[in-house]
């Protein structure tokens, strides 16, 4: 079983940065494509940003690009998130989430994660 958690949310002003931190444990982590979503109320669960097995190569949705940026940490068992330029509507749950099939590409897509942690909010005041 692989258990996530996340870390690192909270409440900030328009402009300022945070960074999440997801640490896995229950696998061999380095081995496995790992993605961020959000989810802001009302609305569905969104992707953020995705990396691959040995963080090489790094997805992002348009609304993020050139603000944020994933990376890893696979001697940690970590993914992070660093988030710059935060806007309000940057406010939403941000979960991290992993594939179960080795050494695939990521994808933006959340059913194709098997694990997910519980979420950290990030609030972003204007």
């Known amino acids: 079983q692989v258990q996530l958690v996340e870390s690192g949310g909270g409440l900030v002003q328009a402009g300022g940065s945070l960074r999440l931190s997801c640490v896995a444990s229950?696998?061999?982590?380095?081995?496995?494509?790992m993605g961020w979503f959000r989810q802001a109320p009302g609305k569905e669960r969104e992707f953020v940003a995705a990396?691959?097995?040995?963080?090489?190569?790094?997805y992002y949705a348009d609304s993020v690009k050139g603000r944020f940026t994933i990376s890893r940490d696979n001697a940690k068992n970590t993914v992070y998130l660093q988030m710059d330029s935060l806007k309000p509507e940057d406010t939403a749950v941000y979960y991290c989430?992993?594939?179960?099939?080795?050494?695939?590409?990521?994808?933006?897509?959340?059913?194709?994660?098997?694990?997910w942690g519980q979420g950290t909010q990030v609030t972003v005041s204007s």
């Open positions: 990396i691959n097995w040995d963080g090489v190569s790094t």
């Open positions: 229950g696998r061999i982590f380095g081995s496995y494509a």
């Open positions: 989430a992993a594939k179960s099939i080795p050494y695939v590409i990521p994808s933006r897509r959340s059913d194709e994660y098997r694990y």
